[in-house]
């Protein structure tokens, strides 16, 4: 009897096709298309549909996580924002910045350059890979276009199709 999990490639348990957007696509409609989709990733592609990057779930923790408001400050540090930077105002302009990250394009956002396999690469290779490099995802590439994406759970299918 074979064991599929040990046999498969990531053609054979991709997703495909993948859903992409463009570069221009705002950070808000992608966040929507993953929602809607329910899906942690999207391939970020150029005019001939070749891959240029990568939009996930981290994309928009950073987002979030990278604009704090003062009561985020240590007390020390509030008191020289307010003074100093930003005035007792601090937290409209970082609410301001935050709305306005939505219709940001997500070529200012993407990760550049992800990891990607091939549809040949063996399952076992695609696991560590994603263990090593702190992945959920991972691009499946032919000739430059995405067509397919790995998740973590898609490794969890394979394992269950024992």
Same mark, same amino acid.
């Given at each position: 009897?074979?064991?599929? %999990?040990?046999? %498969?490639? %990531?053609?054979?348990?991709?997703?495909?096709?993948?859903?992409?957007?463009?570069?221009?696509?705002?950070?808000?409609?992608?966040?929507?298309?993953?929602?809607?989709?329910?899906?942690?990733?999207?391939?970020?592609?150029?005019?001939?549909?070749?891959?240029? $990057?990568?939009?996930?779930?981290?994309?928009?923790?950073?987002?979030?996580?990278?604009?704090?408001?003062?009561?985020?400050?240590?007390?020390?540090?509030?008191?020289?924002?307010?003074?100093?930077?930003?005035?007792?105002?601090?937290? $409209?302009?970082?609410?301001?910045?935050?709305?306005?990250?939505?219709?940001?394009?997500?070529?200012?956002?993407?990760?550049?350059?992800?990891?990607?396999?091939?549809?040949?690469?063996?399952?076992?290779?695609?696991?560590?890979?994603?263990?090593?490099?702190?992945?959920?995802?991972?691009?499946?590439?032919?000739? $430059?276009?995405?067509? $397919?994406?790995?998740?973590?759970?898609?490794?969890?299918?394979?394992?269950?199709?024992?």
């Amino acid at each position: 009897m074979p064991i599929y %999990a040990l046999e %498969a490639t %990531a053609g054979e348990v991709m997703s495909s096709p993948p859903i992409v957007v463009d570069e221009t696509t705002s950070l808000k409609e992608a966040a929507g298309l993953m929602i809607h989709n329910r899906i942690g990733c999207l391939p970020v592609v150029d005019e001939q549909g070749k891959m240029t $990057g990568v939009v996930t779930e981290r994309t928009f923790q950073v987002q979030i996580a990278g604009v704090k408001p003062s009561s985020a400050l240590s007390p020390d540090r509030r008191v020289l924002e307010e003074l100093y930077v930003a005035g007792p105002d601090h937290l $409209g302009a970082v609410q301001e910045a935050f709305v306005g990250s939505y219709s940001k394009p997500v070529a200012e956002a993407m990760q550049e350059s992800p990891p990607t396999v091939a549809k040949e690469t063996p399952l076992w290779e695609v696991a560590e890979t994603l263990l090593k490099q702190h992945l959920s995802h991972l691009i499946v590439v032919q000739d $430059g276009k995405p067509i $397919g994406v790995i998740a973590r759970h898609d490794l969890l299918r394979a394992y269950a199709m024992q």
